[in-house]
């Protein structure tokens, strides 16, 4: 069964550092996002992309986050300047949407800023 | 605005007992989807059913049983014969057009532990 992937499933950083989160949503899928989960807390929207732009984003979404389908395949989400508040679950998913609306969710990166 | 609550935050039960987690949601959207999702210890989210605005239908899935009811604007979730195995955070999700993304709004989720 076809699935998203996302790497690393657990990545550690120093706060001020850049990361950058992959995925690889599902193959015929149209509709990308990121959802953060704070630990304990509720799944949070972050951005949807669709037709290489973003569509909608959420006020977390600041100027520190970007996303970025470099080619057919990857969905990346980048934090430049990381911050200990960034320590979260994050998951991408994507959708068909023609059809079939529910979204298929990674597995989660957890990043820890430290 | 939309918005999804989930009342129980934790709930308890002895394997075997049934169990039903509540969902409320608010969005003035007449078109809109319903979703629960299952985050086992391990974290990852685990689609479990979506039920559409259009289709007040019930659902039973095993021991998974989903009661939608606009009137009151719930999308409730039985779990009958709990089993261990079914301790985790369960999320109801609503997805909606507004804003053209059909992004998902989650509740807090319900914890669910079922005791040996």
């Known amino acids: 069964e076809p699935e998203v992937t996302q790497t690393p499933s657990h990545q550690v950083t120093q706060m001020g550092q850049e990361v950058i989160l992959r995925c690889v949503p599902i193959s015929n899928h149209l509709y990308f996002y990121w959802y953060r989960q704070i630990l304990g807390q509720k799944v949070e929207f972050l951005v949807s992309?669709?037709?290489?732009?973003?569509?909608?984003k959420s006020e977390i979404f600041d100027d520190q986050f970007s996303v970025e389908r470099p080619d057919g395949s990857n969905f990346t989400l980048k934090i430049r300047s990381t911050k200990l508040e960034d320590s979260a679950m994050y998951f991408c998913?994507?959708?068909?949407?023609?059809?079939?609306?529910?979204?298929?969710f990674g597995q989660g990166t957890r990043l820890t800023v430290v | 605005a939309q918005k999804v609550t989930q009342a129980q935050t934790e709930i308890s039960v002895v394997e075997k007992e049934d169990v039903t987690l509540d969902c409320v949601y608010e969005t003035r959207d007449t078109t809109y989807y319903l979703f629960w999702y299952k985050q086992p210890p391990s974290g990852e989210l685990v689609f479990l059913i979506r039920r559409n605005s259009f289709d007040e239908q019930n659902e039973i899935s095993g021991r998974y049983s989903w009661n939608f009811q606009k009137s009151t604007s719930s999308f409730n979730f039985t779990i009958t014969a709990s089993q261990v195995v079914d301790s985790a955070v369960y999320f109801c999700a609503l997805s909606a057009p507004t804003s053209g993304t059909y992004k998902y709004i989650f509740g807090t989720g319900t914890r669910l532990k079922v005791l040996a």
């Open positions: 992309f669709y037709n290489n732009e973003i569509s909608e």
């Open positions: 998913a994507s959708s068909e949407y023609r059809g079939r609306i529910e979204a298929f």
